[in-house]
């Protein structure tokens, strides 16, 4: 059935503001699925009565957004929604699969390495001790969407590269019987480094969005030192502000 779409030309929110606006909905919804074409400008304008350019403008923002593509000799195509994440102490892993993404993992390092600085301060252990370093590279659907790093003390865990491709890093320590209580954790943005645009599939400088977490267990324990970047082209964090 087609998307049932409408303007209102009496209210003060742009016309095309009020169409890309439903447009996202429908991404978010489902009823746009990826890769299904948008149909073009010349018949959606036609349809809503409305200027070609205002049309282009609707699908410019979307396609800046990251939820529309332009293929040349294809059209306008639909991509994958943006990934909103709580701001709540859960895994991309556990997210992605709530919001149907399809989660897929790959390993890019597995490995003990001396604790810097940095990490001895997070986790409360000597620095230049033994801690255990785990590299991935979060993706959904295929696109990659995070470089995920991580480290935590040696022997809290087994951790092998095959169940981290397999799952999640607090499922794992979940089933370890580690209980997960509350974390201490930083957002941040800034340009992508070329290793880090190659890695996630973006142009040199593009905007990455930065979390660094420690997370500790109900002793008070900490128990992870965490350090990610995520394309903010396809992701974003999501929180509530409550007046006080």
């Not at 074409?37 to 304008?45: K, P, Q, S, T």
């Not at 306008?76 to 991309?92: A, D, F, I, N, Y």
């Amino acid at each position: 059935m087609p998307l049932q779409l409408s303007v209102d030309r009496n209210s003060p929110v742009p016309l095309y503001f009020q169409l890309s606006q439903q447009l996202e909905a429908a991404i978010e919804r489902g009823a746009l699925t990826p890769g299904s074409l948008l149909g073009n400008e010349i018949e959606l304008a036609g349809r809503l009565g409305l200027s070609r350019p205002t049309v282009r403008q609707a699908i410019q923002s979307l396609v800046d957004k990251g939820l529309l593509v332009r293929r040349r000799g294809v059209g306008t195509q639909v991509v994958h929604s943006q990934v909103k994440r709580p701001l709540e102490l859960s895994s991309l892993y556990d997210d992605l699969e709530a919001a149907g993404q399809r989660p897929a993992t790959r390993v890019l390092a597995n490995t003990v390495v001396p604790a810097t600085a940095e990490v001895a301060a997070a986790l409360g252990v000597g620095e230049g001790g033994e801690v255990r370093r785990v590299e991935r590279l979060r993706l959904a659907h295929g696109e990659p969407m995070a470089y995920l790093c991580n480290v935590l003390p040696v022997g809290l865990l087994d951790l092998e590269s095959g169940q981290l491709e397999e799952t999640g890093l607090y499922r794992l320590m979940r089933a370890a019987g580690i209980t997960l209580h509350s974390a201490r954790q930083a957002v941040g943005a800034r340009a992508a480094t070329r290793a880090e645009a190659e890695r996630l599939d973006e142009p040199e400088g593009a905007p990455l969005l930065t979390m660094e977490r420690t997370t500790f267990d109900d002793t008070g324990r900490a128990v992870e030192f965490a350090t990610n970047v995520y394309r903010a082209s396809r992701y974003s964090f999501e929180f509530q502000l409550l007046v006080r």
